[in-house]
């Protein structure tokens, strides 16, 4: 086999029609530009609003730094694609993407599972929440959940760079993503597979159980509560996030959560797309429009 070092992948994207391909840049220029100016806003609106400074609000800030990121990430380089006649990224720049891709994914797992256990304290334990969520736990948590998506990206990644990738060097796909790249190589990939199998595993099911039994917990601890209003308002502060953790975790866990990675290129693009492009654009439209909080806030910020 003819192992030689590759210096550069050739991305075929989504579409090769033309006409597609200009329609593709309009759409997801306009997603991508909502989506960072929907989470400026969020980041805004929490910064300059005392009534806002609470871990809850905090926590939404954190993430909506981390949805910029996130998408800034794919976003950008898919545009240049589609309008550019050679669509390539060189190794180091794939190796790069790869893992901030990673990274910052796990950190949103972790981001959202701390935020389910804020939400458990704030329902379940109440008359303790000031005491427990303090700005001194507060900031361990954050900080914890991007401290240890930095870490999550680093073996995944290297496993993937040391692969070989024998002279075809054509990724079918919009970025470096870990199926495509293991499809490409001409390794055995079987050890690779195990253990981003495993991490990803790890990742997902500890960060959905707790997510979990902290819906759990609060949903029962609703139903205690006697008149239908109370429900309703209670269940309306969490409501937001169960729908933000419920698109994340049903698109991640479809695609990350399975030993081998034989989905088809057609499906595993379509998928990939909801996670880098659309969620990340969700998630302010959802907080914004349900939270009536942050609503007042903006309103007189505006």
Not at 48 to 70: D, T
Not at 121 to 132: I, Q, R, S, T
Request: charge should be positive; glycine fraction near 4%.
């Amino acid at each position: 086999t003819n192992v030689t070092a590759v210096l550069e992948f050739r991305l075929l994207g989504l579409s090769s029609n033309p006409h597609c391909q200009i329609l593709l840049f309009t759409v997801f220029l306009v997603i991508y530009i909502l989506t960072i100016l929907g989470n400026i806003i969020i980041i805004s609106v929490v910064t300059l609003e005392p009534r806002l400074h609470s871990p809850m609000y905090k926590f939404l800030k954190n993430l909506s730094f981390l949805e910029v990121c996130y998408t800034t990430t794919v976003v950008p380089k898919m545009l240049a694609n589609l309008l550019a006649k050679r669509k390539s990224i060189s190794f180091s720049g794939c190796m790069a993407q790869l893992y901030y891709f990673i990274s910052l994914g796990a950190t949103e797992c972790y981001l959202l599972a701390v935020m389910a256990y804020d939400r458990y304290l704030a329902v379940c334990e109440p008359l303790h929440y000031g005491v427990a969520m303090t700005a001194e736990f507060y900031t361990r948590l954050a900080v914890g959940s991007w401290v240890t998506g930095v870490f999550t990206g680093f073996l995944p990644c290297l496993m993937v760079s040391r692969l070989h990738f024998c002279s075809y060097n054509l990724i079918d796909h919009f970025f470096c993503d870990i199926s495509p790249l293991l499809k490409l190589s001409c390794s055995d990939t079987t050890v690779t597979e195990i253990v981003i199998f495993i991490i990803s595993l790890l990742v997902l099911s500890s960060c959905f159980l707790l997510t979990l039994v902290s819906y759990l917990l609060i949903i029962l601890s609703i139903l205690k509560i006697p008149s239908a209003s109370g429900k309703r308002i209670t269940f309306s502060t969490c409501s937001s996030h169960l729908m933000v953790v419920t698109i994340y975790y049903g698109t991640m866990i479809s695609m990350y959560v399975r030993p081998t990675y034989n989905l088809s290129s057609e499906l595993n693009k379509t998928v990939s797309v909801l996670y880098t492009v659309v969620t990340p654009l969700l998630n302010p439209v959802i907080y914004s429009l349900r939270n009536k909080a942050f609503k007042k806030a903006l309103e007189k910020i505006v």
